[in-house]
């Protein structure tokens, strides 16, 4: 069942990513653009876990946490460039 | 209580599932920047959420190793995805909204996006913003 | 699996190199990003692809399937450490130059307009 | 004395926990290096968060944890409802204008998470006086409904909190 | 005195005058000459035994791998002209002390003049053709010197390049000719060369050898086509002319020709190059010579015609006409001296060298007037001077001469010359001396002091005595010197002024009666010689030179455009090709592995990667879009890093990403925020073919190599065995990365390093110089809002600050067991510092930093050298490591291994720099955000001043948060 | 074991931090500091030579791992060699920026002094060849900061050209590495080697290509063509200190391509001639073009920097024979072109600092200051780079002559080319030192900062020594150089000093490791126990 469940998910998560590039490639403006990278970071993340489950392996889960600090902080810039130009004032 | 762990993950794992794509799908599917902003900040919010305690419960129920690394991640999502969202909002604000549709704040400021500061002149701004519209034409 | 990770390469490099022949500093910059991407993927795919293997003792999926070949990652992570800071050392260097000449056209002109 | 080496016994006890968290291992060790990261990493980063916060009501926390995590998974089908079965032109975007209590910075910034990690509202702008927030709804047909929600259920239970 | 010496005299001679010529023109002059004397007197001791037909020699090894050595040797031919070069040396070096004026530099005049005498000695003396060949070669350089020593006359600087280049040009090609002369006698030594004349004859490559060797003589005794330097080489001051260009340097190439007559010489590719070019420089010499109104250019064609005139001899072949050669060597060296050192006179007295100017001077100056009237009737070949004699000599060989089968020929040509000769020398006679005094001087002449024509007086009085009693004052030394040109065994007919009424007799009365003949019609054919077109070959050499300059220049930076595009164009075109070509030299295996499945997940990843991929190209105009599309590109590289195994390469990949992601948007703050579409349509083309093509090349070779296993085993087998047993860590790549290969890692932190602090001095280059204003200058180009530290980041980033801290730490101590390390943690701390510095600002954040990051960097780099180092006191090598298992009281056993003191290294060093490099973009930024210059000096650097800054800004906010005014107030009150 | 043999990597990799930590404000302590480190650096690496001559190559092994498994370093006699040539160009070139008060015009000039010599040492040494990458990235990323040291437009423009030619550079290197190390799974230059030697023929294609790209990284760094383009601008644009010193890093590419297609990839090996065939055209191609570029300047930087190209050529020219004996005059023209070089760069910025405004280009501005002693030594340098006697230069090319005997081609190119040097070097030195006094104006305003001209002209001076004294001694010092090519055509002693027994000890020190750390919970790590029981099975592949 958790197979199943696993194969449904995967498969959700990596839709959603392909929603994301769409949305990265076809977008009016620039914060769609960089709101569709951070969607694909925390997405990114989802797969990262399931991947964990899928091989039974604990050991991407630091990858995860930085992937959500890193997820943020390019975000972040990315808007305060957007916002000021100048990121570090 | 296998089949009830086995249970729990799954339908973890389908709601974490069903919520990332949603998230997604409405940022494809709204019609503006601002409604955009709403559906992945919150959608995927949960999404990896419920993904993560699905795994939290795999490892303690099936690996026998109770690991609470994705009470950290979830913790992290949590603070950080409403700062993402809010300074994508203040992007919008900044380009994407026409500001005569706001109200201004009672007191005596405007909102901080359109509070010039001492390094720009309000001149300037508009000349940037001049050729910003060039340019996206 | 190969043949995505090859393509992959092929692709980055193709773009890498498109974007180095450009004018400015700017896509020059980026076109040496793509290129460390793909040098970095092809360096590392040199130890053969694996997945879940990883060169960590005790943690792999399958005790008897054995590790992927560490030392291809070794020299990825140097390549990587080491391409950061010299990308860092152009950027700057490509905005200092843009400053000073007021442009970030890359050409020097011939014999430096002399 | 007990001020001078645990100058902020919350923030220990946090990085404790997430140490423990983070390494995995229930062990004396763990314990130990924990506490003593807990103690040297509040005093190194001093600096860069002076004034912290004083937390009046521990308790509050907790309640207020509960609501807002209840309100995250409300709001989550509400807005994939939306996303989902909405159409663009039925949508009734609005702003709300929500005029502060608050006076902490921190509590600001956790009523503003809150706002938008709960149903189909965002926290959009602070004004420049710090007086208000600037709120975008999804879909609000009753704008002045959501300000009063966000008031009576989220900020009032940070003022008790932080003030 | 060693041969060695006396050609090493006139250079250490050389050093003289640079230390005397402070204390007097006359003292220098004094020691120059005594050098030479003192040379001259170390030669002349061996003139007895080199009369006795013996050779002296003096060898040293210098480079015995290829054969040059410092081998000398003094026989006949080399003590004739070492004589002629030392003994007129000196008459030049008095000449000159009185010829050269105050404002001359004397010194360096004597030094050239000592170098360029040092290297001709060399050159007559060497037994080794290679040495030989240095010192040909210097004797160019310093011709060079001498002839461009009035530096600002440009006829001085376009004489010394040209005659450099001809003469570089023929020393070029006899270096090629002496390696291949030398290679097929089996010696470079002359001496063992001149034994092999049956063996070099022979040689396929005795023509190729004999040309490019001739090259080096013709170009430096100005033979035909390469005259034309000779003349203009006369901007040189008149001793040099004299020296150089009529006596001594000029003859080196009829030296060569005389040194390898005897294995050269005789065979019909000597006799027609040789005598033919010499036949035709002698006419051609004689002739422009007739019409220069210039005295010393009418010398120096008059010199080139006698330099054909002693080829010509040369390249007969016969022994007679050597001796004729050699004597007319000779006679040459003394008439044609005097005559230069009267042009001189004439010149210096007169302020003029212009015939047309000039006339009736044996009147004002008589004793000028018979040296030079005696020198010039030798050089017409009149009777009982030297010049006839010789003139006769050779003569009498033309007249027997059959060139081709043409009798005639040789002699009519022969004739001619002689004639053009006589005229040119009545010409010098009568029209610079006879005739009235005119009243048109440039400066009214007089004779002037016994210095100046002490020199000519003495060669002139050699003149008459030669031709007077030739066979006592140069019959043995011609003797000498003609038998070892003919290499040995010659039995010398007695030069004698009659030998009856043969057909040389009859050509010089011609030549002599036509010489007259001439000059009385001068006047029309000078006219006449005027009109004609005629090459000039100066212009010649001028343009072929220009041309030459030009095409260079414009192949050089028609090459070197400056264009960045193109030379990467030429890169990846090379790679491409030399790759392909590469590969198709070799074989290919099949392929022996089992590829691994292609997941959906994978799939989507790839689509993903090559949308993103694409996209950058495509968008690439829009710079943030473009870094945003690069940003997912990373991303999908750092997942696909793990799926395929490489946790750690993932996590350093995500880090680094994110710093990369702050640096280029701090860059992108300043430049243009698109690219504007230059290129044209074909180059985007090309361009793009380019890169397919490079890209195909790469895919498909990576793919070639994953699909066939290692053809060896691979060393990683054994960090896997022995990362944990040796190594004392289970992440095999951290224990290859702290310790197997610490050493690529120590390297790699200290470029980190290097890359932080280059980055810092280029920042405060730019905040300190010309950069600067611009700085101040620059506005922003794109819109900005209001905010500058948004309220809800701050908190945020605070809260953050501690918990990232403690991951970093985390990650350091896990990573050599587990995913993690010194680097990624350094990345992840200096990551979380950067939180700050975007939320509160650079200041403010600044102002909290309690360590320079400078040090942080130096620490670093030095905290992994000592671990590395601590290993000597152990007497392991460099960065040995070590490590064991501990235990505390109340506490679980622990590990500690030295490795993790590198780690802690390479942690500073990344954070340290990773810092400094993102502070130095942003202090540009905070230079270019102030209005007025007062604000920007208070930029902060890493310098003492910073803790000053600090001290100022206590405050818990920085200055632009959106904090309401009666909260401020309200806390005021409170505290 | 000897631990000199890293102390010329080590002795600058602790200076330069100790410089940055504790003087960065105090300009005169890092010069005393930074001479004492090149003298240093220079005794060394004499008494490294004298090791090196007299015993065979000698191998560090750092971190006590035996190659392949950890990195090496190697000491032989073209080592040896080229880190003396290395440490007395830094001392003279430190000397020189402190005597005209180059140091003092930015910041942390001795810090990348040392760290430049650190990478440069690091790339002479090391045995492995990702390390060669490493050293080459230290090398570089130091030369780029001394390359825009103090700034302004020019020099940055060019800068990025470099910058980003290099990092081009940089990543084919990474490629050919990977495609290297995944053919025979090795990396070290011995091992390497010994694989290479006996490599199945289905292998050969992927591994020629690995071999080829390789050889057109060293090409980049040595300047031939087509990839010299980056020199002539940064080599003119660089302050002059900076550029003499640059005279090594072109050398670097040079030694590369020595060491590796000597020893990895022989000619005539498993790959065949690919090197000769790549290289012997090139390098003609970049002796003309070089050559040609010495005409065709406009300005003296430039005139001296395409000399540079062509004395690559030329001296590639010779190692491209592949020969014992052509390679000894190889090494001899290097070690000459070298100093050559550094001397014209160093007086090309006498000239500069003299003309003010006037900068480099070749027209006559009125006498500068010291114009006679410039305008001598100039006349010194280029003679010798022209190949003119009685310097180096010429017995330099008379070796390569005499070596490539039977290359009439090759004769033609070297002997037509130095007469265009000839004529180029004499247009320039004619114009800006003769033709000035032609030159009507004021005499142009010196630079101020120069605190100790007399310090800049000794150094200057002293490279001009040593062309002298490498004329005067081309006996003894050709005997040695032949002897160093005859090592490098006798790779078997490198190899075996790498690697005989390498395996075994490296294997039994696993076996033997297993009993002290007994204690230990090793049931966890099982996967590890079994490699290292059947590993040492087949330790010797290359044997
Ligand atoms: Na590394
Ligand atoms: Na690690």
Redesign the interface.
């Known amino acids: 069942m958790i197979t199943y469940a696993l194969y449904f998910s995967i498969g959700c998560f990596a839709l959603a990513l392909l929603f994301n590039l769409y949305r990265v490639v076809r977008a009016p403006g620039v914060t769609d653009r960089v709101l569709a990278l951070d969607t694909m970071a925390v997405d990114a993340i989802a797969l990262l876990v399931l991947f964990g489950i899928w091989e039974g392996t604990a050991i991407f889960f630091e990858a995860s946490i930085l992937y959500a600090m890193t997820g943020f902080v390019a975000t972040v810039a990315y808007g305060k460039f957007l916002l000021r130009g100048d990121i570090i004032e | 209580m296998d089949l009830f762990w086995e249970i729990l993950i799954s339908a973890l794992l389908v709601i974490g599932g069903f919520f990332g794509l949603v998230g997604s799908f409405g940022l494809v599917k709204l019609p503006d920047p601002m409604t955009r902003l709403h559906a992945p900040t919150k959608a995927a919010t949960l999404g990896v959420g419920a993904v993560l305690i699905a795994s939290m419960i795999y490892f303690a129920a099936f690996r026998d190793s109770l690991t609470l690394h994705e009470l950290m991640i979830t913790l992290f999502i949590f603070l950080t995805a409403p700062i993402s969202a809010h300074f994508l909002a203040k992007a919008n604000l900044l380009r994407n909204v026409d500001r005569t549709t706001l109200t201004r704040p009672e007191g005596e400021g405007d909102w901080a996006v359109f509070t010039p500061l001492s390094d720009t002149s309000a001149e300037e701004l508009e000349e940037a913003a001049e050729a910003e519209r060039d340019e996206a034409r | 699996m190969e043949a995505l990770v090859a393509s992959a390469v092929g692709i980055m490099t193709a773009a890498g190199i498109y974007l180095i022949l450009r004018l400015r500093t700017f896509p020059v910059v980026l076109g040496m990003a793509m290129l460390s991407y793909a040098v970095n993927i092809f360096l590392f795919a040199t130890g053969r692809l694996a997945v879940n293997l990883p060169p960590i003792l005790g943690h792999a999926g399958a005790e008897t399937a054995g590790y992927t070949d560490p030392i291809p990652q070794a020299l990825v992570l140097t390549a990587i450490v080491i391409s950061f800071g010299m990308t860092a050392v152009v950027v700057m260097l490509s905005l200092g130059a843009f400053i000073e000449a007021g442009d970030d056209r890359i050409d020097l002109g011939p014999e430096e307009k002399k | 004395m007990l001020k001078r080496f645990l100058p902020h016994p919350h923030l220990t006890l946090l990085l404790t926990v997430v140490w423990l968290l983070l390494a995995n291992a229930y062990t004396i060790n763990s314990l130990v290096f924990g506490l003593l990261m807990g103690l040297v990493i509040p005093w190194i980063t001093a600096p860069y968060w002076p004034d912290r916060p004083v937390i009046r009501n521990f308790p509050g926390i907790v309640e207020y944890i509960a609501i807002v995590m209840w309100d995250i998974i409300k709001s989550n089908i509400a807005v994939a409802k939306i996303v989902l079965f909405v159409p663009n032109d039925k949508l009734r975007p609005a702003w709300v204008t929500v005029p502060l209590d608050l006076h902490e910075p921190e509590a600001i910034t956790v009523l503003a998470g809150t706002i938008t990690m709960t149903p189909g509202t965002l926290t959009a702008e602070l004004s420049a006086d710090g007086h208000s927030l600037l709120v975008h709804c999804l879909h609000a047909p009753d704008p002045d409904g959501v300000r009063d929600e966000i008031k009576e259920r989220y900020e009032r239970r940070l003022k008790e909190i932080f003030e | 005195m060693s041969p060695a010496l006396i050609a090493a005299l006139p250079f250490l001679g050389a050093l003289l005058p640079g230390i005397l010529i402070r204390t007097g023109r006359s003292n220098t002059a004094f020691a120059a000459g005594l050098t030479s004397g003192l040379a001259l007197l170390g030669l002349l001791l061996h003139l007895p035994a080199v009369m006795r037909g013996e050779v002296v020699q003096a060898r040293f ?6 054969g ?1 050595n410092a081998n000398f040797m003094i026989d006949g031919l080399g003590m004739l002209f070492a004589t002629l070069i030392l003994g007129i040396g000196i008459l030049i070096i008095i000449y000159a002390r009185f010829y050269l004026t105050k404002a001359d530099p004397a010194g ?1 005049f004597y030094t050239y003049l000592l170098l360029f005498q040092g290297a001709m000695v060399g050159i007559v003396l060497s037994d080794n053709i ?1 040495l030989l ?6 004797t ?2 310093s011709s ?2 001498l002839i ?1 020593f009035w ?4 006829e ?2 376009q004489g ?2 040209m005659a ?2 001809v003469t ?2 023929g ?3 006899m ?2 000719g002496m ?1 291949i002369l030398g ?1 097929i006698a089996g010696s470079y030594d002359i001496s063992v060369i001149l034994t092999q004349k049956a063996a070099i004859q022979a040689s396929p490559l005795y023509l190729p050898a004999l040309i490019l060797i001739l090259g080096g003589a013709f170009t430096k005794s100005a033979q035909f086509p390469f005259h034309f330097w000779l003349p203009h080489a006369m901007a040189a001051p008149t001793p040099v002319s004299a020296y150089l260009h009529s006596a001594t340097m000029v003859k080196a190439g009829l030296f060569l020709m005389a040194r390898l007559w005897p294995v050269l010489s005789g065979t019909p590719e000597w006799f027609y190059i040789v005598a033919t070019t010499g036949l035709i420089t002698m006419l051609i010499g004689a002739k422009i010579a007739l019409f220069k109104d210039d005295l010393k250019a009418l010398l120096a064609f008059s010199t080139v015609s006698h330099l054909g005139l002693i080829t010509f001899l040369l390249g007969l072949g016969t022994k007679t006409a050597a001796v004729a050669a050699v004597f007319h060597i000779i006679n040459h060296a003394t008439f044609k001296a005097a005559l230069f050192m009267s042009a001189g006179i004439v010149d210096h007295e007169t302020h003029t060298r212009d015939l047309k100017r000039l006339g009736g001077l044996r009147h004002l100056m008589p004793v000028t007037a018979t040296i030079a009237t005696i020198a010039a009737l030798s050089m017409a070949g009149i009777p009982l001077f030297n010049g006839f004699l010789s003139k006769e000599l050779m003569l009498e060989e033309a007249a027997h001469t059959v060139w081709a089968g043409a009798a005639w020929l040789v002699p009519l040509v022969a004739v001619i010359a002689a004639l053009f000769s006589a005229a040119y020398s009545f010409r010098f006679i009568v029209h610079g001396f006879f005739g009235p005094v005119r009243d048109d001087y440039p400066h009214k002449p007089h004779d002037p002091n016994f210095g100046m024509w002490l020199s000519p007086a003495f060669l002139v009085v050699l003149v008459v005595l030669i031709g007077l009693m030739p066979m006592t004052f140069a019959g043995p030394v011609v003797q000498m010197a003609a038998d070892a040109v003919v290499g040995g065994g010659l039995h010398m007919h007695p030069i004698k002024h009659w030998h009856g009424l043969t057909p040389a007799l009859v050509m010089s009365m011609i030549a002599t009666a036509g010489g007259i003949v001439l000059l009385l019609s001068f006047a029309p054919l000078k006219r006449m010689w005027e009109a004609a077109p005629r090459p000039e070959a100066k212009a010649i050499f001028d343009w072929i ?1 220009a041309r ?2 030009c ?25 491409i090709a ?2 392909v ?10 392929a022996t ?1 089992e ?10 990843g ?12 495509a968008f ?1 105009h ?14 999908i ?1 750092s ?38 579409i ?2 044209s349509r074909l180059k985007q083309g090309f ?2 073919v ?3 093509a ?33 190594g004392g860590g ?4 951290n224990v ?2 702290v ?28 905040l300190n ?3 600067s204003k ?2 101040i200058a ?19 980033t ?10 970093g ?3 350091f101590l ?1 990573g050599h ?4 390390g010194g ?2 943690a350094g990345l ?1 701390v200096a ?1 979380a510092l ?5 939320a ?3 200041a403010w ?1 600044q102002a ?1 930093q ?1 360590v320079y990051y ?2 942080l ?3 670093g ?2 905290a992994a ?1 000592i671990t ?2 601590g ?2 006191f152990n007497g ?6 070590d490590f064991g ?1 501990f235990k505390l009281p ?3 056993k ?1 590990e500690l291994a030295t490795a993790a003191g590198f780690d802690l290294g390479v942690f500073l060093g990344v954070v340290g ?1 990773v810092l400094l ?2 502070g ?3 202090r ?3 230079r270019a ?3 007025d210059e007062e604000r920007g000096a208070h930029i902060v650097a ?3 001043e910073a803790r000053e800054v600090a001290a100022v800004s ?1 405050v ?2 920085p200055e ?1 948060t ?6 401020l107030k ?1 806390r005021g009150e409170e505290q | 074991m000897d631990h000199w043999i890293v102390a010329p990597v080590v002795l600058p990799a602790f200076l330069a931090p100790l410089i940055v930590l504790w003087m960065r404000f105090d300009l005169r302590s890092q010069r005393v500091f930074s001479v004492a480190g090149m003298t240093a650096l220079v005794a060394l690496a004499i008494a490294l030579a004298v090791s090196a001559s007299t015993n065979g190559p000698e191998v560090y092994r750092l971190g006590n791992w035996e190659a392949p498994f950890g990195i090496v370093l190697v000491l032989d006699r073209l080592s040896a060699l080229m880190l003396l040539l290395t440490s007395v160009l830094g001392l003279a070139v430190v000397l020189y920026s402190i005597g005209s008060g180059w140091d003092k015009r930015g910041w942390h000039f001795h810090s990348l002094m040392q760290f430049q010599m650190m990478g440069i040492n690091g790339a002479f040494l090391t045995g492995d060849a990702f390390n060669l990458f490493v050293f080459f990235e230290v090398l570089l990323i130091a030369s780029y900061g001394l390359m825009i040291h103090s700034g302004g437009e020019a020099r940055l423009k060019a800068g990025v050209q470099y910058v980003v030619y290099n990092l081009a550079g940089s990543t084919l290197f990474l490629f050919a590495l990977g495609t290297i190390y995944s053919v025979t799974g090795t990396l070290n230059m011995a091992d390497l080697a010994q694989k290479v030697a006996v490599m199945p023929a289905s292998e050969t294609g992927l591994l020629r290509v690995g071999a080829g790209l390789l050889m057109l990284v060293f090409a980049v760094k040595a300047a031939l063509v087509p990839f010299q383009f980056w020199l002539p601008a940064t080599y003119t644009n660089a302050p002059g200190p900076v550029a003499a010193l640059f005279a090594i890093m072109t050398k670097v590419g040079v030694y590369a391509i020595v060491r590796i297609y000597t020893l990895v990839f022989p000619a005539g090996g498993t790959i065949g001639w690919l090197a000769q065939e790549v290289l012997l055209p090139a390098a003609a191609i970049s002796l003309i073009i070089g050559m040609i570029g010495v005409l065709g300047a406009r300005d003296m930087g430039r005139t001296v920097a395409y000399s540079v190209i062509g004395s690559v050529g030329t001296m590639m020219l010779a190692f491209a024979q592949f020969t014992e004996g052509a390679t000894g005059a190889g090494l001899y023209y290097m070690v000459h072109s070298t100093l050559a070089a550094a001397a014209l760069f160093l007086i090309v910025d006498l000239v500069r600092e003299r003309r003010g405004a006037a900068g480099l280009a070749i027209t006559p501005v009125p006498p500068i200051r010291n114009a006679g002693l410039i305008a001598g030594m100039f006349f010194a340098g280029a003679i010798a780079m022209a190949g003119m006697p009685p310097l180096s230069g010429f017995i330099g090319k008379l070796m390569i002559l005499d070596a490539t005997r039977g290359q009439w081609w090759l004769w033609g190119v070297v002997l037509v080319t130095s007469l265009i040097a000839i004529v180029g070097f004499g247009r320039a030195g004619s114009t800006v030192f003769w033709k000035a006094h032609a030159a009507a104006g004021d005499q142009p305003e010196p630079t101020k900062d120069a605190s100790s001209p007399g310090l800049a002209f000794t150094a200057t001076g002293g490279l001009i020594a040593g062309l002298v004294a490498l004329t005067v001694f081309a006996g003894p010092t050709t005997a040695w150089l032949n002897a160093t090519a005859q090592q490098l055509y006798t790779p078997s002693a490198y190899i075996d000093a790498v690697m005989v027994g390498a395996y075994e000890r490296a294997w039994a020190a696993t076996s033997g490791h297993e009993d002290s750390h007994a204690d230990e919970p090793a049931e966890s790590h099982a996967p590890a126990e079994d490699h290292g029981t059947d590993a040492p099975a087949e330790p010797a592949s290359g044997y």
């Open positions: 090894e210098w480079l015995p791998a290829i040059l360096q290679l060949l240095v010192f040909w070669e210097l160019s350089l060079f010197l461009g530096k600002h006359l440009p001085g600087r010394a390049r450099l280049t570089g040009l020393g070029l090609s270096i090629a390696l290679n030179v030459c300059a095409v260079a220049s414009w192949i050089t930076s028609g090459l070197h455009n400056g264009s960045m595009a193109r030379y990467l164009m030429m890169f990846t075109l090379a790679s030399v790759g070509w590469a590969w198709s030299g070799g074989t290919q295996g099949p592995r590829m691994l499945p292609i997941t959906p997940v994978a799939l989507v790839w689509v993903m990667l090559i949308t993103a991929t694409g996209c950058v190209v690439h829009n710079r943030f879009l473009a870094l945003v599309l690069i940003s997912i590109v990373g991303l590289v997942i696909c890093f793990i799926y395929l195994s490489a946790p750690d390469l993932a996590l350093t990949q995500i880090s680094v990403e994110i710093v990369t992601a702050v640096l280029m948007l701090l860059a992108l703050n300043f430049l243009p925020k698109t690219t504007k230059e290129s361009d793009a380019l890169s397919i490079g890209g195909l090349g790469i895919g498909a070779l990576i793919y070639a190599l994953m699909v066939r296993d290692f053809a060896f085993e691979t060393m990683s087998n054994y960090h896997l065995a022995n990362s944990y047993k040796l289970d992440n095999v790549v290859i990365l310790d197997f290969r610490g050493y690529d890692t120590y390297g790699e932190v200290t470029v980190l390093g290097i890359a932080a602090l280059v980055i810092f001095a280029l920042t405060e280059a730019l110089g010309t950069a611009k700085l620059w506005r922003p180009d794109m819109l900005r809002g209001g905010d500058k530290h948004p309220l809800m980041l701050l908190v945020a605070r809260v953050l600050l501690p918990i990232a801290l403690l991951v730490v985390f990650i896990r067991n587990l995913p993690g680097f990624i992840v990551i950067v939180m700050q510095y975007m509160s600002g650079f954040t909290r309690k400078h040090v960097i130096a620490c780099v030095l050298g590395g180092a290993a000597w392991m090598p460099f960065l040995t490591s298992y109340g506490l679980e622990f720099s490099a993102l130095g973009l942003s540009l930024a905070r955000a102030v209005l890493e310098k003492p206590s818990a906010y632009g959106p904090l309401p005014r009666r909260w309200a």
